[in-house]
């Protein structure tokens, strides 16, 4: 059975979409701990990280990297902080978070909530910025 993010790929359910190329795909996390927190995901569904072709993690870093930059122009940070951990959804995935402080990638944090026309608008900036690069 194909993991919610396969489904989110497919277009079987929706997201609030930053970009893509032929092995990755990005979108916003619908429950953040910051303005801007996303997700990097590889097209491949795979459940552990580190199980990951060499190419494929190359890559995926590569596009992690292109697009956290796209964020930190976006949301006002010191950093963008990234965590692998890999338990809450069986497919790898990169969680990309704005930071000002270590304790803002704590996943105990409360999570935050914005209005779809607040994500719409997020995920818009970023996915011109993301071009842009």
Do not use: W
Not at 60 to 82: D, E, N, Y
């Amino acid at each position: 059975m194909a993991s919610l993010f396969t489904k989110i790929i497919q277009g079987e359910i929706p997201c609030y979409f930053l970009a893509e190329n032929d092995s990755c795909f990005s979108f916003l996390d619908i429950k953040p701990l910051a303005k801007g927190h996303a997700l990097v995901i590889p097209k491949l569904e795979l459940d552990y990280f580190f199980e990951l072709p060499d190419e494929l993690l190359n890559e995926l870093m590569q596009f992690s990297k292109r697009m956290a930059h796209a964020i930190q122009q976006t949301v006002p940070c010191i950093k963008v902080g990234m965590s692998v951990i890999g338990l809450e959804v069986p497919h790898a995935h990169i969680h990309l978070v704005p930071i000002n402080a270590i304790s803002d990638l704590n996943f105990s944090n409360p999570r935050l909530q914005f209005s779809d026309a607040e994500y719409k608008s997020l995920a818009l900036e970023i996915q011109e910025r993301f071009g842009r690069l």
